[in-house]
């Protein structure tokens, strides 16, 4: 069996100029970047998984689509008038239709749970 080379060598080796300049680079993004925004509310998150109809996902999933398509138009069209876009970021979210939708049924779905009792 032929003998391996030692990692040492590439260990040792010193790293490229272009590292310490993409370091400079990152540092100086990060520190330009703004801080992440904070949530207003002290509202939890789970991620859960359901079983659901490929039709019923699809639609979700379209109207996520058309949502963020919807918005970047508006910020196309705003960005053209003075003062600029001040709304939400376009971001395709088929949490939030799913979200929506189950707060939106809330008293229902509480209704139903006091009435079976818990």
């Not at 990060?30 to 109809?53: G, I, M």
């Amino acid at each position: 069996m032929a003998a391996r080379q030692s990692l040492k060598a590439n260990v040792a080796k010193p790293a490229p100029k272009d590292a310490g300049e993409a370091a400079k680079v990152a540092q100086q993004l990060a520190k330009n970047a703004p801080a992440a925004p904070a949530q207003d509310d002290e509202t939890e998150f789970e991620t859960v998984s359901f079983n659901l109809p490929v039709d019923l996902i699809e639609l979700v999933r379209d109207l996520a689509d058309a949502r963020v398509k919807k918005i970047r138009q508006m910020q196309r069209a705003a960005k053209k008038q003075p003062g600029g876009w001040q709304g939400p970021e376009a971001r395709r979210s088929a949490s939030a239709v799913v979200r929506e939708a189950l707060e939106s049924h809330r008293a229902v779905l509480e209704a139903e749970l006091e009435r079976l009792g818990k």
